[in-house]
């Protein structure tokens, strides 16, 4: 055995994508045609580029777990406004469902891959995805008037990858800056403001 090569990890020990994933697969069926345009907590995205965005980082994802580097895993989130495609209802549900098994595969968490068309190590890339799919899961229920809840290993994993550090105090100028909140706020609500969102936004006029 090469000693240079990195362990598998242990799979008891892996962050898994399926809670979210589901989640936001639950939330699909309110959302009807009528709710498409409506405004999002992501101030460049109405519920339609946030579905988009959802396809599309579920994709990207699924194939950097996958080292199935190619145009998927090459593209910026931030190039283009994302388009929904007509067939999101069928297409989006499918896409949840696989990033959520191709990060079940130990071999997705070890070596590198790309994602946005930045190069990053799988645990990395793993971590990403799951806040990922927490912070605009809450995104779209909240954007349709739906509740939300996630569990606290998904958030303590969110709130270690967003929180800032001393070396990377505006962590890269990926995230807006951090929402202050009270030391007392719940964890959702901290991890939701480390995003750079508030955790108190509601659609206007509801």
């Known amino acids: 055995m090469d000693t240079h090569e990195t362990p598998a990890p242990d799979a008891a020990a892996l962050l898994d994508l399926e809670p979210a994933a589901r ?3 639950a939330l699909l069926g309110p959302v009807d045609d009528s709710r498409l345009e409506d405004p999002t907590p992501c101030p ?3 519920v339609r580029e946030l579905l988009g965005h959802l396809t599309g980082l579920a ?3 699924r194939d950097a777990a996958r080292k199935d580097l190619g145009p998927t895993t090459a593209t910026s989130p931030d190039a ?12 989006l549900p499918r ?13 997705a968490w070890t070596g590198m891959t790309r994602a946005g068309g930045v190069e990053l190590p799988g645990g990395v890339a793993g971590a990403v995805a ?3 799919l927490v912070v605009h899961g809450w995104d779209l229920a909240r954007s349709t008037g739906q509740p939300y809840a996630a569990d606290e290993a998904e958030l303590r994993s969110c709130e270690a990858l ?10 890269g100028g990926i995230f807006a800056p ?4 009270a030391d007392d706020t719940p964890l959702l609500d901290r991890v939701i403001a480390l995003s750079g969102r508030r955790p108190d936004w509601r659609p206007p006029g509801s």
């Open 23 to 25: 989640r936001i697969a």
């Open 162 to 171: 967003l929180a800032p550090d001393e070396d990377d105090p505006d962590r």
């Open 95 to 107: 896409r949840l469902e696989e990033v959520a098994a191709a990060w079940r595969s130990p071999g």
């Open 178 to 181: 951090p929402v202050p909140v």
């Open 59 to 61: 994709t990207a994802f």
């Open 44 to 46: 460049d995205y109405a």
């Open 80 to 91: 283009a406004l994302p388009v929904l495609d007509d067939d999101w209802r069928e297409v």
């Open 130 to 132: 799951l806040n990922e």
